[in-house]
């Protein structure tokens, strides 16, 4: 079957633009993660849905990064006023409640 | 707090010797323990978890993992590596506040022909 998607594969982006990524879970998943990997910081939790429970937030690094999942569906992980800093590899996972997540393919975000 | 510790940036191997990955794990209760891989310009590919019961954990593409509470490790093994094995190799823990995975910080797997 069809795993978890993301969209752009790709994006680059000017400092101060405004960037939204987006992710499509595997259908009938209820879990849903967003995780960051950089050169310094490792893989990162960010944020994590789960059906319609209000969604932990705890791993954003500031009020620039925000997430919503419409539907119990997609979600889009948008980051306002991009810094060079926000240069990364976004990873959506999803999950049935088997405890594993599986990952989809990333989106690499480049600031200039 | 949960964290896991990959102590490897890099591990070589010549192709058709068995491998090891090394990985221990801090936890606060019953582990709930992944082995994920990466390859190039990809995403994670689940391996295996160990969740409960046999300490021994058999996964795909022919990885095993061995839990052993008493050195609170989760080594990830293969009997016969492929030149095809050589990738970033990830073990994860889950949170059990958050449910998040926390992550090692990845060793690379080098398979030499």
């Known amino acids: 079957g069809a795993g978890v998607s993301q969209s752009p594969s790709n994006k680059v982006t000017e400092k101060g633009k405004d960037v939204e990524l987006r992710c499509d879970p595997i259908s009938g998943h209820t879990a849903l993660y967003w995780y960051r990997q950089s050169l310094g910081q490792g893989l990162e939790f960010l944020i994590y849905?789960?059906?319609?429970?209000?969604?932990?937030k705890s791993g954003l690094p500031s009020d620039r990064f925000s997430a919503e999942r419409t539907g119990g569906s997609v979600s889009t992980l948008t980051i306002q006023r991009t810094q060079q800093e926000d240069s990364a590899v976004y990873l959506c996972a999803s999950s049935s409640g088997d405890d594993t997540q599986y990952f989809g393919p990333g989106t690499r975000l480049t600031v200039l | 707090a949960q964290s896991v510790a990959q102590p490897e940036d890099q591990v070589n191997v010549a192709e058709g010797n068995p491998l090891t990955v090394k990985c221990t794990y801090s936890v606060s209760g019953n582990p709930y323990l992944f082995w994920y891989v990466q390859y190039p310009n990809r995403g994670l590919q689940f391996l295996l978890k160990y969740i409960t019961g046999d300490n021994l954990v058999k996964g795909s593409y022919g990885f095993e993992a061995e839990f052993n509470k008493s050195q609170t490790s989760f080594h990830l093994k293969k009997p016969s590596a492929l030149v095809s094995d050589s990738a970033l190799y990830f073990c994860a823990v889950r949170d059990w506040d958050t449910d998040k995975l926390i992550f090692g910080t990845g060793t690379r797997l080098q398979v030499f022909p």
């Open positions: 849905f789960q059906g319609n429970s209000a969604p932990d």
